[in-house]
């Protein structure tokens, strides 16, 4: 009787313990779709998209189509993070990365002309 006494207050408090908490993840949403608008002097030959620090960048968004200055392209976003790194090639081989870009509630992505080129979020 004994043995099982001193087993139930040993095995008490390790019992009661709380569970450690559960790592931090990003829920994931459907971020539908977003317009890109190519607003800077130089086609746009490749453009990439994917969830910041959590994957590849994944394959070239405009399918192998340059997107000519001025030109606008609807691009599906699908199920991801919000934040989102992007990646833009251009005609000249200039490429530019920025990251993280919050699309969830984007209606516009607007790459307008700077240096290097900068990003603007047009909200839906």
């Given at each position: ?44 030959q ?20 340059a ?46 002309a ?11």
């Amino acid at each position: 009787m004994r043995a099982w006494l001193l087993l139930l207050l040993l095995a008490g408090p390790a019992a009661a313990q709380p569970a450690p908490p559960a790592p931090l993840m990003q829920p994931f949403f459907d971020r539908g779709t977003v317009t890109l608008r190519n607003a800077t002097a130089l086609s746009l030959q490749q453009f990439f998209l994917w969830n910041h620090g959590m994957a590849p960048e994944g394959e070239d968004r405009l399918g192998g189509e340059a997107l000519p200055p001025g030109g606008t392209r609807d691009l599906v976003l699908g199920m991801g993070h919000c934040n989102t790194a992007l990646r833009a090639v251009f005609a000249d081989g200039a490429e530019q990365r920025i990251a993280p870009v919050h699309l969830c509630y984007a209606r516009e992505l607007v790459l307008e002309a700077a240096t290097p080129p900068a990003v603007r979020i047009i909200p839906r």
